[in-house]
């Protein structure tokens, strides 16, 4: 089993400040834009998010997780190909794991909802994103694999498959690396914490997933603005403003701030969940049910916001054998009970799972789509406050599918310390 790794937060830059649009106090604040966009699918019927949601609360259980980040789509899509070569108990512990708790729209199977939101993801990176990514499978000294399969997974859900070479571990961990620097983009990744113990057999699954979102309208230019983020330790950051219509909700019972910024072209959207106060993930965390954040979707109401965000760059290295097992797939490593007869005709009983690693980057930064400049100019009359200074959870997804691209939390900003921990 691989140890979780440490998250490093990189914070490279020139802050930003707010311009708030001058209304003219006799004209009404219009209550929504020309044209409001249309709410994406719910949760309730994605996969992406079942998984992503049950995965995060498993690694946010460790007491020492900071900054947790991911892609639900691509663990989600990777697991989904796997499925394909395998059978009995192993195939159904990898069903359960990625299966929706309430009946998908016309009873898509969860693999085409899968493949659906992969593409609508790709379709869009360079319009309301920069996205670099890539999935494989790895094989250590395994049967030949199924040209079939390879196939397969390759159309479907975006899965290379590789064979590791036949070094010892120092030799699989640069091949790794190296990989994962390529599909990052060529940001250099964090390290894994200790060797890859790839058996002779093993399937290692990996995904690497580096993002940039480009707002539907830009953060302010202005002098450098610095601030203090009260996260695990208290740092000077800097943060980017803006004031604009955003959909936006207020949990007054449970404290929460709901606030949704859509990326440029509208086809995908980051969402925010911040309690009201400063305090850690903690009780968010308990909170936090499909059935409630789809009720918090679903209440948000376009109104004026005032948003102030760090601007970081959020970069983590995961291994996920212990939540995945935590989560039911048990089979899957033991190789004496693993059953991959679809990805090799002669795999069972000689191949096993080896690994799911993942590396993710996620930079917050100002910079908007091309179409900024067309935008009508917002009319702002008292914005509510967004003011993120402290901890919130973070999701970005596809407006088109649902699709629950990314998931994390910031919990801590580097910068300059000035306080003790919370």
Known sequence: MLPRLPVHILISWPVLLVQVSTADPSKKSPAAPTRPPSRPPPPLADPSWALGLHLYQALRSDSISVNTLFSPLLVASSL???????AGTTSSQLQDLIKTPSPSKAGAHTGDLLSEA????????????????????????????SQAFVKESQARFRLLHQPLGKGDSKADLKQLHGWAKAGLGGLEGAPLAAYIQAKAGALILANALRFKGLWERE????????????GKEYTKVMMMHRAGLYRHHEDIENMVQVLEAPLCGGKASVVL???FHVESLARLEKLLTLELLSKWLEKTNITSVSISLPVTNITSTLSLQKQLSALGLT?????KVADFSGVSDKGKGKLHLGGVLHWASLELAAQAGKGDADLEE?????????????PFIIFVRDNTTGALLLMGALDHVEGEALHDEL
């Open 378 to 390: 917002e009319n702002i009359e008292k914005p509510k406050l967004f003011y993120a200074d402290h």
């Open 273 to 275: 969940l911040m309690p």
């Open 118 to 145: 992969l593409k609508s993801f790709t379709a869009a990176n360079g319009t309301s994103f920069h996205l670099h990514t890539s999935s494989a499978l790895f094989s250590k000294q395994a049967p030949p694999v």
């Open 80 to 86: 989904g190909a796997l499925d394909g070569g395998s």
């Open 331 to 335: 089979d899957a490593w033991d190789q």
């Open 219 to 230: 953060f302010s230019e202005g002098s450098t603005d610095h601030r203090t983020f009260l």
